[in-house]
């Protein structure tokens, strides 16, 4: 670096981009905690109909577009959250190399490195096992629904 001025411009912008990966982490925390009240909503409302309008002439398409319904959020949420670890990923790689080419501590890129020499489970990994819980609880609910396990039984048989 040329002078003080420069060293300052690179510290401002590692301290905005540090910012915005802060930001997209809070969003993703956001867009899970999202998902498990819309889904807790849904599975509320599968319990509700279940019990209280057994008998409604049309129970069975609430119910089953509560459970596709349930099924695609499952599917969109988790693409959702593969985008945002997609996008944490590069503004890591971005900030690393700034801190390779201009700072003699490198606190993100040794987390990273010990991260990966301890393979170390993350955060984002383990939250999509949620939106495959979930994702599966809605397919037996389809599956039992539509009466397919018998369905295979007689077949069997």
Do not use: W
Request: charged share 20%.
């Amino acid at each position: 670096m040329q002078n003080n001025q420069d060293k300052e411009q690179v510290l401002k912008i590692y301290e905005l981009y540090l910012n915005s990966i802060e930001k997209i982490s809070d969003r993703r925390g956001r867009a899970i905690n999202h998902f498990i009240t819309i889904n807790s909503a849904i599975l509320l409302g599968v319990g509700f109909l279940m019990r209280y309008l057994a008998e409604y002439e049309y129970i069975d398409a609430l119910l089953s577009g509560l459970l596709f319904t349930g099924f695609c959020l499952c599917i969109l949420f988790y693409r959702i959250i593969g985008s945002y670890k997609a996008m944490n990923s590069i503004k890591f790689e971005v900030l690393n190399k700034i801190e390779k080419d201009f700072f003699s501590v490198q606190p993100y890129t040794d987390e990273y490195n010990l991260m990966k020499q301890r393979k170390s489970n993350r955060l984002s990994g383990n939250e999509k096992y949620i939106f495959v819980l979930f994702g599966v609880m809605y397919l037996i609910g389809i599956f039992l629904f539509y009466g397919f396990d018998e369905k295979i039984l007689s077949v069997i048989k």
